[in-house]
């Protein structure tokens, strides 16, 4: 059964890095059907994509976080990375990981078939 | 970006009850819309895929139809395990995105 496990640190100063690991366990980054992304979802409100990376690097963002995203992925250590810079209270929010499940090897359409159990980071000095 | 937007936000209705749910893409999106139940506290689960396919695992009273900008998710008779908030998102251009979410409160 594939698990996914966020990481990292629940408290964030405003202007810092935000950086969140998600560890994969059960499955393997590597595979060919698969993207890997980030979700976020600010406290009371609903889900908020930020992006997807493919295990050979290729990502995806949101264009309204792109200029503060990186999401890179680790293949050694079966889990990939979120760095969110230049945080604001706005950024305070669960982040879920999850597995994407893509319909072709041409296209990025597909959903997100598993989930991590969420982190709450909160932005605040 | 592509828009989505559910309908209703919220509805309360009893035990055995037919509940409808609906979703509008600002444009065609295909059949590029999945539906997500999340319970509070919990993390989104995945119910169906492709606008109509069942996710393994999940109960067969959940049904989802629509192509081009509409869409519907129905329970054909509600359980007490169904309260929860259900989430359209589309996949047919980045940045996927989701609807503002549905709801559903038991009686």
């Known amino acids: 059964q594939l698990q996914l496990q966020e990481s990292g640190p629940g408290l964030v100063k405003p202007s810092e890095t935000l950086s969140l690991t998600c560890a994969v366990s059960?499955?393997?980054?590597?595979?060919?059907?698969?993207?890997w992304g980030w979700i976020r979802q600010p406290p009371g409100k609903g889900l908020e994509w930020i992006g997807n990376?493919?295990?050979?690097?290729?990502?995806y963002y949101d264009p309204s976080l792109k200029s503060r995203v990186t999401i890179s992925v680790d293949t050694s250590k079966n889990q990939f990375s979120l760095k969110l810079d230049s945080v604001t209270a706005a950024d305070t929010a669960v982040y879920y990981c999850?597995?994407?499940?893509?319909?072709?090897?041409?296209?990025?359409?597909?959903?997100?078939?598993?989930w991590g159990q969420g982190t709450l980071v909160t932005v605040s000095s | 970006d592509i828009q989505m937007t559910q309908s209703p936000s919220s509805l309360s209705t009893s035990i055995g009850d037919r509940v409808t749910i609906t979703c509008r893409a600002s444009?065609?999106?295909?059949?590029?819309l999945n539906w997500y139940q999340q319970k509070p506290g919990a993390a989104p689960n995945l119910l169906i895929y492709?606008?109509?396919s069942l996710q393994s695992g999940v109960p067969s009273r959940f049904s989802g139809s629509g192509s081009g900008t509409d869409f519907t998710l129905t329970i054909s008779s509600l359980q007490p395990e169904d309260s929860a908030t259900y989430y359209c998102?589309?996949?047919?251009?980045?940045?996927?995105?989701f609807g503002q979410g549905t709801k559903v409160d038991i009686k």
């Open positions: 492709g606008a109509s």
């Open positions: 999850a597995r994407h499940f893509r319909f072709s090897t041409v296209t990025p359409r597909g959903y997100f078939d598993y």
């Open positions: 444009q065609t999106i295909n059949t590029y």
């Open positions: 990376i493919y295990y050979s690097g290729g990502t």
């Open positions: 998102q589309q996949s047919y251009n980045t940045p996927w995105t």
């Open positions: 059960g499955g393997s980054v590597s595979s060919n059907n698969y993207y």
